[in-house]
């Protein structure tokens, strides 16, 4: 056997997480969460285009992930966009995604959409409009723009991969705060990548579900540092997790990039994979 054989026989065995020439629509795109898996998908070679619900704000992570790239020497950089979107909103969402898809001269191939919030009311008390706005940005938003990605990618027949962010409160009720609307929300994402799957597996669309536990994002960290019960809620979490304590963004980006490679996940499609440092196992 040759070295080239040798090289050839790796190759087709060991998956790679390279994005080059792939454009990215990271949603939620000035977020904690967001700002860490942008790094890692420039660092993989994939264009991104940042989308939030602020202009201004969306912008300003566009430039500071651009910076980033070039404290990295990142060369070349790949194209960094920034786009104002209200997910919720369906036609505002495809107006985008068009956009996008005629700036970059291309169809968007891979959706990380990390958009969505929390309330916490309890179920006797939740204002019902709150419910309602929650459960529409969250559930039908995640929809709206698989919905609109996925279209682009069958008119061009071209494949992709959707990855949503559930949440481990879509399998289970989280303690002590009250969170039902965000909780069935999440559960009927979970649902939607399962259904999505199945329907757009005949376009070599793969769709999945990324379901953190609790993350110490800077806005958590905040909350936690100025609320008075911040560190008694805390506390309370990271007991019921095995690992006894919340993770950090960084630890969700491998499974971002195995979800996003076409090679490593190329088999998987309708999962919901649960990265929560064990807290549903208790």
Not at 147 to 174: F, Q, R, T, W
Not at 210 to 230: C, F, M, Q, R
Request: charged share 15%; aromatic share 8%; with cysteine.
């Amino acid at each position: 056997m040759t070295l080239e054989d040798v090289q050839d026989s790796i190759s087709s065995i060991v998956p790679s997480f390279r994005l080059d020439g792939r454009i990215a629509v990271l949603t939620g795109g000035a977020g904690g969460l967001a700002v860490t898996l942008s790094k890692a998908l420039v660092a993989q070679g994939a264009h991104v285009a940042l989308v939030d619900l602020n202009q201004s704000v969306v912008e300003q992570a566009a430039n500071e992930l651009i910076q980033w790239a070039q404290s990295q020497n990142i060369n070349p950089i790949p194209n960094i966009s920034a786009w104002s979107c209200n997910v919720g909103d369906s036609n505002n969402v495809d107006s985008c995604v068009a956009q996008i898809n005629e700036y970059y001269n291309d169809v968007a191939d891979l959706l990380i959409h990390t958009a969505g919030y929390c309330q916490n009311f309890s179920a006797l008390e939740y204002p019902n409009e709150k419910a309602a706005a929650l459960v529409n940005v969250n559930l039908l938003g995640s929809y709206y723009i698989s919905k609109s990605i996925a279209k682009s990618l069958v008119d061009a027949g071209k494949p992709g991969s959707l990855i949503l962010i559930g949440s481990m409160s879509g399998v289970i009720v989280n303690d002590p705060q009250p969170q039902v609307a965000y909780n069935i929300s999440k559960a009927g994402v979970i649902h939607l990548v399962k259904s999505l799957a199945c329907e757009w597996s005949k376009y070599n669309i793969r769709v999945n579900c990324l379901s953190p536990g609790y993350i110490a994002t800077p806005l958590t960290k905040h909350v936690i540092a100025n609320d008075p019960s911040g560190q008694e809620l805390q506390n309370t979490w990271e007991s019921k997790i095995p690992i006894h304590r919340m993770a950090e963004p960084k630890e969700f980006v491998g499974s971002i990039l195995y979800l996003a490679s076409q090679t490593a996940s190329s088999y998987t499609t309708g999962e919901n994979l649960i990265v929560d440092g064990g807290y549903q196992c208790w």
